[in-house]
């Protein structure tokens, strides 16, 4: 049992400061995985069709990664599908960190965001995170949840990504009466009370908690 | 009859190059009233609390906004949605085209990205669209609906952002068979077959058809 974080392809500047700092092992998904090896990391594995490297950088991830799944491009699974199967499967991962899956494309982002909510990853959805420079994401399926500060960020928001049912939160600066929806909807800019933890709680339907801060460094422009 | 531009605060680097070009009239949201100011615009709305601006940053603002509805931070709406209503209530605006709306903290970007679902707005969902650096965003209710290549983006994307049934794609690269899900899902990298058109249609939900391209002056990485 060990932590697995996966980097995709997004942007660099999308990438949280401390990225190489984190805790596991790590896959790489195609592109991303040249990522990995120039920073020094050796990747268990790295999913991909590998196309967009030029023969020394696919020589490069070669010598580094111990076990390359070069897929077809056209397939049923995106490769970040089969690297959290991998994950999940394979690895027996107790937590799974995206990396590296937002900014850039809205397409790529919105197929990580809405990765955990396929039945085949809902029982392991909320082992499923997602780590940017400004954001960090949690993934929950029903019942009733203990939100936990995070430092570093100050903001938290509440987002069904699915209908829900009886969505409730209480314990945080802006509480939420029991409130069902048929679409998406996001609870955002929420903070916590001092340093306490605060409730959610619904029963159908599937959230993602996201904490978020304003940029390091940012003046004043957003 | 018109088009309304809505500038809300995201980061500069999302925006697209030519957002001054776009045709129509502007609002600004909060912060993003500066940006609009600073850029020579004179915006026939501006909404927001204004708490983030300074004593002559809101003195400029004042001297080139025609109307500014100043509202406390803590409200039912969103400064976002009271923009959206105005556009379309007050200015029958034909189009609404948001912009500054990605990038930085995810809360945001999904605040924006999910407002169109939003029963109150759905009889107007496809009047309503967004625009970044490398993204076209339309929505469209249940129907059947032809898709055009929009210049310049290589990539068009079939995203259900609620349940959908029998959603199928007929005429693109990827073809997709009715399907049906309660949950949302990105159909994404999908292309136009040359400059060919091709056909969507689905009977229940509310579906995202994202135009993408990859950076302009992109290299490799990402």
Do not use: C
């Not at 596991?24 to 268990?44: C, N, S």
């Not at 809405?114 to 929950?140: A, G, K, M, S, T």
């Amino acid at each position: 049992m060990t932590d697995v974080n996966i980097m995709t392809g997004g942007p660099h500047e999308n990438l949280s400061d401390d990225w190489q700092q984190l805790a596991g092992e790590w896959i790489g998904v195609d592109r991303g995985t040249l990522r990995l090896v120039k920073a020094g990391i050796k990747p268990i594995l790295a999913v991909g069709d590998f196309d967009s490297l030029t023969a020394s950088e696919f020589q490069l991830v070669r010598e580094h990664v111990q076990k390359i799944e070069q897929v077809p491009s056209a397939k049923d699974d995106t490769d970040t599908e089969l690297a959290v199967k991998a994950a999940l499967t394979d690895f027996s991962a107790d937590k799974v960190t995206l990396v590296g899956a937002t900014g850039g494309r809205l397409d790529h982002f919105l197929s990580n965001l809405f990765l955990p909510l396929q039945p085949r990853f809902l029982d392991d959805i909320e082992r499923i995170h997602l780590l940017d420079e400004q954001n960090h994401v949690d993934y929950y399926g029903p019942g009733t949840h203990e939100i936990q500060p995070l430092p570093g960020y100050r903001y938290v928001a509440v987002i069904n990504l699915t209908p829900v049912t009886d969505l409730a939160i209480v314990g945080a600066k802006y509480p939420l009466k029991p409130w069902s929806a048929a679409y998406p909807y996001a609870w955002a800019s929420n903070e916590f009370i001092g340093n306490e933890p605060f409730t959610v709680s619904w029963t159908t339907g599937q959230v993602a908690i996201i904490y978020s801060r304003d940029r390091i460094g940012q003046k004043v422009d957003n």
